[in-house]
Structures are given as C-alpha cells and as structure tokens.
C-alpha cells in the first residue's frame, strides 16, 4: 500500500489552474498581438490580453497575500543540493527506472530543480513581463507622466516578447516534466486532488 | 358619412395633393434653391436693391453695382490668394502661387492666362498686363451666386459667357448666356457648388487635380463625407474654412501639419480648418489608446480610410505622348476602359484614373519646399514638384496621407530647369492648335522672358497632395487591424519609418531564436519522452 501526502491545498490547486489557464491564453492572445498569427483578430486580441493580465494581476495580489500569511514562500529558497542528483536523474535515472532522488514532503514540495526554474520565473521572467506589461498598458500616459523621456514602445515590446517565449518555454517543460512521477499522471492527479501518491 | 363631411374630406384631400404638387414644381428648376431660401436668415435681400435692378451688360458692371455699398470688399479680396494668385511663402522665402509654379497638371498658367483665368476670381486676366489693382476686375458673383446658373468658360480670361456659347468649340454643347441681373439680384453665402465651380474641377476638370475634391460633394452621402452631407450637419466648404474679410483660411502650401493650438474656433490666428480647432487634439472620449495614435497620425489618416469614393481622380499624366493625330491629322481621344474618362488626348498625352485609392502616408510638418522653374533639376531622378518635409523625431511632424500624382512633362535640356509652354491660343504656336512642342515651347518660355536652350525632352516628375477632405463617418474610419494586422498581407504604415507598431514590426532576431527554442525544447522533451517509453517497453521485456 503506497503511501498518499496532501501536497497541495485547495488555494494553491485553484491558483495554479487558474493562472495556467491565464497564462496559456495570454500566450494566443499575446503572440496574436505580437504579429505571429490571425485568431481574434487585433483589436479584439489586444483587449482580451489586457484584460487577462488584469486579472492575472488580480490572482497574484491573493497568491502573494497566501504566501506570506501561510509561509510558503519558503518552498521557493533555491538549494543547489541534490541538483545534480536531479540532473543526472532526468538524463539517464528515468530511462532505467532508478529511484527518484528527491521525495516531496509538505515542507519541500519542489524538487532542487523546480525550485530554481520557479525561482527564476519569479525573480526574473515574472517581473519582466510585468513592468514591460504595464508600461505597454500605461502607453497612453507616457506623455503626461513624462515616461515617454526613458521609455520607447519598440524596447518595451522586445523584453515582453523575450518574456513571453521564456513563458513558452517553461511551459513546454513543465508540462513534460509533470509526466516524470511514479506515473506519467501522478503530478498532474496530485496538483488536481492535493494528494500526491508515493511507491 | 354625411354629405357636408364627405365634401370637406375630399377638399382638404384635393387641397394637399395641389401642396404637394406646387412643392415638387418649385423643386423642379433648382433643386437646391428651396431649402437655401428658408435657411437664409440674412437681413437684405438683394432683389429689392435699385443698384441691382438694371440689365448688366459685363461682369465688371455688376462688381461697380456691388461696390456701390460693399465698399471695402474689393481692397480685402485684392490681398488673398484668390486674387493674386501669388505667394510668398515665409518658411522657405520661395514665390509660389498659380502665378508662377509649375505643375504637372496644366503645368503653367503663363502664356495661357486666357483659359486658366476661368478660375481666377476676376474679369480679364489674359496675359500679363493685368490691372490687379483695377477694383472693378474683382469677380464678385463665382463665390457668391446662389442661382446656380453662373458659368465662367475656359478661354474668355474670367468673363462668363455673355451671349449663347458652344462650348468647347466645335462640340455642339451650347452654354446659355448669364442672366446678370438674376444672378445679381440673387447673392448670398458662399456654397459647396461656389467654391467647388473652381475647386473641384482643379487640373482641367471634374476630379482631376484632388483625389478629395470634386463635384460629388455637392450634395454628398454622410459616407463620402460626414460633414458635408445634406442629410447630415449639412456644412459648406466655409463651415471649416471660417472666412474673415474675405481672407480664406487653409493653404496648399504652408499646410498645418500638427495643430497645436487647436479649439479656438474665432479666435484670431488659430487656424479654423483644422479638425483640432472643433475636435481638439485627444477627441475620443472612450478610448485613450486612440488619442495616443493621434499624438502622432494625423486625423486624416484613419478617417479618410481612401481618397476618390466620390468618382476616380487622375493619378497620372503623360505629357510625352501628347500630339498623336489620326490619318486624317485630326486629334483623338480614347476612353479607359471604364468609358468615363479619357486615357489618351492628342491635346494632353496619356492618363491614369483610379478611384477608391489607398494613400501613401508619411511623415509631414507642414513644410513644403517646390522645384520651380527656377530650380535645377536632375533629369535622371523623379522630379519632386513639392518635396514634404517631416522625420519622426522632428517633433513637429504627423503620419499624413498623401496623394502621388506622377507625371512626365518637358524640361530644358540644355539648362535643366522645367519648362513653360503655350498651351492654349488663338495662334499658331499653341500646342493645342498645332501639336508642334518647339513652336509651343519657344512661344512659352519667351512670353516669360526666361532663357531656353532650344532642347527639350520629357522628365518623370511627382506632385504630392496631402488628404484632407471627405472625411467618412467613424463606422468607416480604419481600423486596428488595416495596420496592425492587414488581411491583405500590406500594412497602411508599414513604409513609415520611425515609428514601433506592435504586429508589425517584431524584432526579427528575437523572433527567430524564441521559436527556434522553443520548437528545440518541444523536439527535446518528445524525445526524451520517446526515450523513456522504449526504455519502459524494453524494461518490461526482461
């Protein structure tokens, strides 16, 4: 009989599905406007990113106030131990069925590796996206602000758009990288019922 | 029913069937006479004055009745454009005016007043020795006639018709005599047809010159153009072009390319034409982003969406080909294939008409530099008529549609400078009359006394209009897409320079790496996937 840990609480599931979902429709949206293909067509891709980051803001505001009043901001202090055990794991562990370096406890959810891509999510992807999303939102007052002296759309557009293919990216990943529990559903099921199964 | 009420039903039902026919029979010889009349809300009317009760013989006796208490009208009309046909224009200190540019329309006035002066607001100007300061020569009736009957023909140097006339020559088409006296009796406002007998017949006729003035503004739909439609706010040419002491405010020349002194509409020294002096510079009240846009794109390029929706404007003349006779040696004319306009004129060479055009745009500031007669060109390059000037970093200038009207017209050889000809005259040198471009240029350049080399040959040149009229109700404005996203593959802007418009303007590098990764990772976790599945399989083997 395997054992079962509750590894995600309901806030956390309903954060992390929501903001995938945000996230995952800010990147249609968001590469519409940036010229890559024709869904919604402009006008309306623009509106419906603007509004999605919105309410991305929103869902953050809450998940910064959870993660500090519960403590669990601590899941993302990087830790080089173990990298390289996680490292060789996902290069030739997985494919002889070796044992799984790291087991996830309630104070450790993340594996080393995890915590140091959402740690440079965090520090690095997240705030570029979003100073360059809100001075693209705020462009129209540039001028009276007097940001229009330091800024220049066509920048502000570049870090967005690196930003956004950093989001693409991990993306591709992460969800790959879900598929690498006991079972290829097991993360997946966990980050859905809260209950992560172990051998 | 009884018989007392069935007699008054069938008297008030004959009563309003005889109204309505006397309505339709006032509409029927003027249509637009009627609704002017009650809208006239002026406190003289001129059909009850002594001065206008006689039979006027000329044009020049109306102006003298006229003067009699307009005292002052004459002196202001002799210091505008209109009358000089002359302007020095500050920015660039060059003398401009119809008086001495060339174009590459008609080309030149000079040696050709006789016909251009059917546009000029006076009476005589056939060559030369015109008495600009003659007050009896100002043309008082081809603004302010209401009759709609006052005609000025090519050829007569301003006068209008005085007795029946065929015209053109030789055409069968007889232009009635002006009655004088009505015309007279019957002044008023200036009108969309008024400024239009002149303006939208610019270039030698209906549409030629301007892709955005022609005789479909006359009674224009809210579509051609919002402000002008009869069934709309109904303006005239002055609603915008607020007049004072006959001072006409706009210029082709020194153009306000960025208004920002706007909405002070009456106040001396702004400019009254602009959208800004109504609209003010940031008008859409729901929507910040598009005030943003106006920062930088004039008004004129999203709501004037094409230019030439009324009919289609000439977009090129070849002056080269002019002179082409038929085996008789008569001259010929062949129509387009839209069988409404010529393509070819022995008279004029060989033209392009388009309609709903998409105008180039650029970035513009108001200041217009000409090649005049006086300029060296080079003859190996397009020739700018008027050069534009604007950068997007001047501060001054504003994304602006244009019309490019391209031509080819004869220049000096020998001292490569454009060239006057003799175009129109009853001799033997005009080349309308003989087809001979020597005889025509000779004649011409010595009427304005200017050296000629005795060499011609024909240049490319390129004359640029900036869109200003016939602006479309919002609805039909351009929308984000027709820049950002152009279905057809073209952006509007995307020859501008300068300017970052998300959608189009991606940086390339960037674009290549990120979907280069991100197809890499893709490739990379697929495969690794693959790995762990044949590892699995071949794992369960054992």
Known sequence: MSNRIYLFKVFERIWHWSQATLIILLLITGFEVHGSYQILGFETAVNTHTTLAWTLVGLWLFAIFWHFTTGEWKQYIPTLQKVDAMAKYYLFGIFTDAPHPFKATTLKKHNPLQRLAYLFILVFVGPLIWFTGWFYIFYDNWIEWGWDKYLNLEWVATFHTLAAFMMLIFLIVHVYLTTTGHTPLAHIKAMITGWEEED | ?542
């Open chain 2, 1 to 542: 029913m009884s018989l007392a009420k069935l007699v008054r039903v069938l008297a008030v039902t004959a009563g309003m069937v005889l109204a309505a026919n006397a309505a339709q029979a006032n509409t029927d010889p003027a249509p637009a006479a009627p609704a002017e009349k009650k809208a006239s809300t002026s406190t003289a009317d001129h059909s009850k004055f002594k001065e206008l009760q006689e039979n006027f013989a000329t044009g020049p006796d109306v102006t003298k009745a006229c003067l009699k208490c307009h005292t002052e009208a004459a002196k202001q009309i002799m210091h505008t454009k209109h009358w000089t046909w002359e302007y020095l224009n500050p920015q660039t200190n060059q003398l401009l005016g119809k008086k001495h540019i060339i174009n590459n329309f008609c080309t030149s006035i000079s040696s050709n007043q006789e016909f251009c002066t059917a546009c000029h607001i006076g009476y005589g100007w056939k060559d030369d020795k015109f008495d600009f300061s003659n007050q009896d020569n100002v043309d008082c009736l081809v603004c302010h006639d209401t009759t709609g009957t006052y005609r000025k023909l090519p050829g007569y140097a301003g006068h209008p018709p005085y007795k029946d006339t065929e015209a053109p020559a030789g055409s069968g088409f007889i232009v009635k005599a002006v009655d004088l006296k009505a015309v007279a009796q019957g002044v008023g406002k200036t009108s969309r047809k008024t400024c239009g007998s002149c303006h939208f017949l610019g270039g030698g006729g209906d549409a030629v010159k301007h892709g955005d003035l022609d005789t479909t503004l006359t009674n224009p739909s809210k579509y051609l153009d919002v402000h002008m439609a009869k069934d709309g706010l109904n303006f005239t040419c002055a609603t915008c072009h607020e007049t004072d002491g006959h001072n006409v405010p706009g210029s082709r020349y020194t153009p306000v390319a960025d208004d920002t002194t706007p909405h002070i509409r009456g106040k001396k020294n702004a400019d009254p034409e602009t959208c800004q002096s109504c609209h003010t510079a940031a008008p859409h009240k729901h929507n910040a982003r598009l005030n943003t846009h106006a920062v930088v794109i004039a008004c004129q390029t999203c709501h004037i969406p094409e230019f030439a929706r009324g009919q289609p404007t000439k977009m090129s003349w070849d002056w080269s080909t002019a002179g082409k006779l038929d085996k008789d040696g008569k001259p010929i004319r062949i129509k387009d294939s839209s069988g409404h306009h010529d393509s070819y004129d022995s008279r004029k060479g060989n033209f392009r008409y388009e309609s709903n055009v998409i105008p180039e745009y650029i970035w513009f500031n108001g200041k217009v530099e000409y090649t005049l007669r006086e300029t060296k060109l080079d003859p190996t390059k397009v020739v700018k008529i008027n050069t534009l000037e604007g950068s997007p970093t001047d501060g001054k200038s504003k994304i602006w549609p244009i019309k490019r009207f391209t031509g080819k017209q004869p220049y000096d050889v020998g001292n490569n400078q454009l060239v006057v000809f003799h175009t129109y005259g009853k001799d033997d040198s005009a080349l309308w009359t003989n087809f001979n471009w020597d005889k025509a240029l000779e004649y011409g350049m010595k009427e304005i006394g200017a050296q000629y080399s005795g060499k011609y040959a024909f240049v490319e040149t390129e004359y640029s209009w900036p869109t200003t009229h016939m602006v479309a109700p919002k609805g039909d404005a351009l929308t984000c897409a027709q820049c950002h996203q152009p279905s057809i593959g073209v952006g509007r802007l995307d020859k501008v320079p300068g300017i970052y418009m998300p959608g189009r303007r991606a940086n390339a590098l960037l674009n290549t790496a990120g979907w280069a990764i991100a197809a890499l990772c893709l490739l990379g976790v697929l495969v690794h996937g693959a790995g762990r599945i044949y590892a699995s399989r071949k794992g369960a083997h054992k």
